[in-house]
Structures are given as structure tokens and as C-alpha cells.
């Protein structure tokens, strides 16, 4: 959780491994998209900032979280180093909004279990709408940067272990 004192688009780029050999795919909901374009704009920026090529960076759009999960898997064949699920979920007044979070969640869990390309998990699962502009680049940060910095490191890891 973000706090005060946290800001989620802080990193330290020298403890960032270069990323100009990985291919990264980002997989973007159309659902609450003023806050998802926000996020998706944090992590191509982070990637391009740690070196990631353009024509490195593969966008497919998705109508909403729950498709994040065949979206990413789908991703995963286009011979990318890690992928990056980019979506917000904001509490409304029904149960959905519980059960697109737990089968998101536990979507991208079983991908990252069952696959050898990592997801980064980058759905934004806030209170109300202004939670979820603090953190796509507001008073927080934005936590696209911080899937791209995760994403980064898992190709590392991934490449090199």
C-alpha cells in the first residue's frame, strides 16, 4: 500500500539492470482507461529510461481487468521477456468488484506459476477514484513505474538464472 512517504515511481536507476536486450509486452485494460493510460505511460516511460528499445515494447489492449488474464497469456507466446497486466478496479456498490480482483489476482498467480515468462501485476484495486489517480501518476507516484522496474528485474532473473 502507498503511503505518504512512499512514492511509487522512485527507483534507484544504478541497481536497475539495463533492459536494451528484453522484449516486454504491456497488457492494458480499456475499462477506467484515463487511469490506466496513466500507468501504461509510467512503465513505457520507465522502460524506455532504463533502456528498453521501442520496438522492444509490444501494447495490446484488453476491454477490462478480468481480460488482463487471456490477454497476458497470450502475451507470453509473442517471445517477450516478461509482460506487464496494466488495470484498475475501483469499488462500486456490488460484489463485482470482489470477484474481478480475487479471479485477477489469482489469473496472473497461475500464469507466473505455470509459465516461464514472468507478469508483473500492475491492477490498481482502490477505494474510489481519486485512490486510483494518486497512484497512476498523483500524489503517490505511479505504480506503472514501479511494474516496469519489477518487470526489468524479472527478465533479468529469468534470462540469468
Known sequence: MATANKNLSDYDKASIPNASNYRFGIVVSEWNDTITEGLYEGAYNALIDNGALPANIIRW?????????YGCKKMQEQM???VIAIGS????ETKHFDFVCEGVTQGIKDL???RETPVIFCVLT?????????RSGGKHGNKGT???IA???MAE???NN
Open 61 to 69: 489492449n484488453v476491454p477490462g481487468s478480468f481480460e488482463l488474464i
Open 80 to 82: 517477450v521477456n516478461a
Open 89 to 92: 478496479v475501483i469499488q462500486g
Open 112 to 114: 507466473n506459476v505455470m
Open 126 to 134: 482502490d477505494n474510489n477514484i481519486q485512490q486510483s489517480i494518486d
Open 146 to 148: 514501479e511494474a516496469a
Open 151 to 153: 518487470a526489468i528485474k
Open 157 to 159: 532473473l529469468r534470462e
